[in-house]
């Protein structure tokens, strides 16, 4: 069988210092705050038997009612803690303050989660793994803050309207990115990122329905690293759905790694201190160079938009794969931030984004948080002309300033940007 390039998990334990970080506390927020959302939707899904319906995103949909009462949790556990903070976020709440029954609906969800929100939380180090309180001798921390009545609960949600992440310390979400594919029961990603001055600094995106044995994957690639060789790779599909666990989620901080832990939902009875009471043990992620043997490679695993459901110029990514001799459209996934999760994963190796002309822009929050967890494995995200993507655009990146993206796993990076460009050169001289 041949091999695959090279990645493997590490256990963030042999590492960890606690409190040594500049942004421990940011990433245990964060990943405190992802964790409330995820458990949250995951029960609104729960609730309609893990499928919305065939539905639009609705004024009065479940995954409408659930994207508010996410970011209103989300931002309001960071805001309470980081008063100075600005927020950009998918929602405002304006559709909430002229629809009375939405308005309700969305906030009886909120008081719902609050009312289950763990009251004490284990202190964890800066990787965000938990620790023992007895053993960290730190205090128990404050149960996450939700808003107190409706008009909080809207000027919560309208602190997602900020327009400039240039400067500052700025938190971007998307508390359900992959509207579509969680109306059917299938992935999404509950997302989070701390930018300061433009710049990622904490990413932490929630996988509620990605269904990973994340032991017996962290296993088998230290298995496979110390045989020389790489394991099958993983699958990921829209379908293959954790339907009786909580998913996955992967965080990383600037310079100290991407971590994969399961998501735990702690019984009433559990002890908040216990380290396995919201988290699995974190491992962490590193893409490693292939072994020197390119005839033993298996060909480049491309991550895919849902065939003929975007703006995006897929015959273009198609020819793209086909001069790298590469798997197109390999893994499909609605959902830009689940992109991201699947190249940290190991579970594609690529992923473009080619836009038929540079007028065409995309969002902040389909990003932010998924770039830096896949650049802290090791990957490489810049533009078609080798630039790094200016996050401190506001909510929109524009093709003038970045025109287009590549991702890729590192050791294939040169091959697929002149690949690209060689696509783009074709379409310039009319020969596509």
Same mark, same amino acid.
């Given at each position: 069988?041949?091999?695959?390039?090279?990645?493997?998990?590490?256990?963030?334990?042999?590492?960890?210092?606690?409190?040594?970080?500049?942004?421990?506390?940011?990433?245990?927020?964060?990943?405190?705050?992802?964790?409330?959302?995820?458990?949250?939707?995951?029960?609104?899904?729960?609730?309609?038997?893990?499928?919305?319906?065939?539905?639009? &995103?609705?004024?009065?949909?479940?995954?409408?009612?659930?994207?508010?009462?996410?970011?209103?949790?989300?931002?309001?556990?960071?805001? *309470?803690?980081?008063?100075?903070?600005?927020?950009?976020?998918?929602?405002?709440?304006? *559709?909430?303050?002229?629809?009375?029954?939405?308005?309700?609906?969305?906030?009886?969800?909120?008081?719902?989660?609050?009312?289950?929100?763990?009251?004490?939380?284990?202190?964890?180090?800066? &990787?965000?793994?938990?620790?023992?309180?007895?053993?960290?001798?730190?205090?128990?921390?404050?149960?996450?803050?939700?808003?107190?009545?409706?008009?909080?609960?809207?000027?919560?949600?309208?602190?997602?309207?900020?327009?400039?992440?240039? *400067?500052?310390?700025?938190?971007?979400?998307?508390?359900?990115?992959?509207?579509?594919?969680?109306?059917?029961?299938?992935?999404? *990603?509950?997302?989070?990122?701390?930018?300061?001055?433009?710049?990622?600094?904490?990413?932490?995106?929630?996988?509620?329905?990605? &269904?990973?044995?994340?032991?017996?994957?962290? +296993?088998?690639?230290?298995?496979?690293?110390?045989?020389?060789?790489?394991?099958?790779?993983?699958?990921?599909?829209?379908?293959?759905?954790?339907?009786?666990?909580?998913?996955?989620?992967?965080?990383?901080?600037?310079?100290?790694?991407?971590?994969?832990?399961?998501?735990? +939902?702690?019984?009433?009875?559990?002890?908040?201190?216990?380290?396995?009471?919201?988290?699995?043990?974190?491992?962490?992620?590193?893409?490693?160079?292939?072994?020197?043997?390119?005839?033993?490679?298996?060909?480049?695993?491309?991550?895919?938009?849902?065939?003929?459901?975007?703006?995006?110029?897929?015959?273009?990514?198609?020819?793209?794969?086909?001069?790298?001799?590469?798997?197109?459209?390999?893994?499909?996934?609605?959902?830009?931030?689940? &992109?991201?999760?699947?190249?940290?994963?190991?579970?594609?190796?690529?992923?473009?984004?080619?836009?038929?002309?540079?007028?065409?822009?995309?969002?902040?929050?389909?990003?932010?948080?998924?770039?830096?967890?896949?650049?802290?494995?090791?990957?490489?995200?810049?533009?078609?002309?080798?630039?790094?993507?200016?996050?401190?655009?506001?909510?929109?990146?524009?093709?003038?300033?970045?025109?287009?993206?590549?991702?890729?796993?590192?050791?294939?990076?040169?091959?697929?940007?002149?690949?690209?460009?060689?696509?783009?050169?074709?379409?310039?001289?009319?020969?596509?």
């Amino acid at each position: 069988m041949p091999n695959r390039t090279s990645d493997s998990i590490q256990p963030s334990a042999a590492d960890s210092t606690p409190g040594t970080s500049p942004h421990a506390a940011d990433l245990r927020l964060a990943l405190r705050a992802v964790h409330r959302a995820s458990l949250l939707t995951k029960a609104v899904l729960r609730s309609l038997n893990n499928s919305v319906g065939a539905e639009s &995103k609705a004024d009065d949909s479940p995954v409408t009612i659930a994207d508010f009462a996410a970011q209103a949790l989300i931002i309001a556990a960071i805001h *309470a803690v980081y008063p100075n903070d600005s927020f950009v976020g998918e929602e405002s709440a304006e *559709a909430l303050r002229s629809n009375e029954k939405l308005r309700e609906s969305v906030w009886g969800l909120v008081q719902q989660a609050g009312a289950a929100s763990p009251h004490i939380l284990s202190w964890c180090d800066e &990787k965000g793994e938990y620790v023992d309180a007895a053993m960290s001798q730190m205090d128990s921390e404050s149960p996450l803050a939700t808003p107190k009545s409706v008009d909080e609960m809207l000027d919560i949600i309208d602190l997602g309207t900020g327009a400039s992440t240039r *400067a500052g310390r700025v938190w971007v979400l998307d508390p359900i990115d992959g509207t579509a594919t969680f109306m059917q029961g299938q992935q999404y *990603a509950v997302c989070l990122c701390l930018l300061e001055d433009g710049v990622q600094k904490v990413g932490v995106i929630g996988c509620p329905n990605l &269904k990973i044995d994340v032991e017996k994957y962290a +296993s088998d690639r230290e298995d496979a690293k110390a045989e020389g060789i790489m394991p099958p790779r993983l699958e990921i599909h829209e379908d293959l759905v954790d339907k009786t666990g909580f998913g996955v989620v992967i965080s990383a901080v600037k310079g100290q790694g991407t971590y994969i832990r399961s998501m735990l +939902s702690p019984s009433p009875s559990a002890f908040p201190s216990a380290s396995s009471a919201y988290f699995g043990t974190a491992h962490r992620i590193i893409h490693s160079p292939p072994p020197v043997q390119p005839q033993t490679q298996t060909p480049l695993h491309f991550v895919e938009t849902t065939l003929g459901k975007t703006s995006l110029s897929q015959p273009e990514h198609s020819s793209t794969a086909s001069l790298l001799s590469a798997v197109w459209p390999g893994t499909i996934l609605w959902s830009s931030q689940m &992109k991201y999760a699947a190249l940290a994963l190991g579970a594609a190796d690529v992923t473009l984004r080619m836009p038929k002309t540079k007028e065409r822009y995309t969002f902040i929050w389909d990003h932010a948080g998924g770039q830096i967890i896949f650049q802290e494995t090791g990957g490489i995200v810049r533009d078609f002309w080798d630039g790094e993507i200016d996050l401190g655009q506001g909510r929109r990146i524009m093709g003038e300033r970045n025109y287009g993206m590549v991702a890729s796993v590192p050791w294939a990076w040169e091959r697929v940007l002149e690949a690209t460009r060689e696509v783009l050169e074709r379409r310039t001289e009319g020969r596509l």
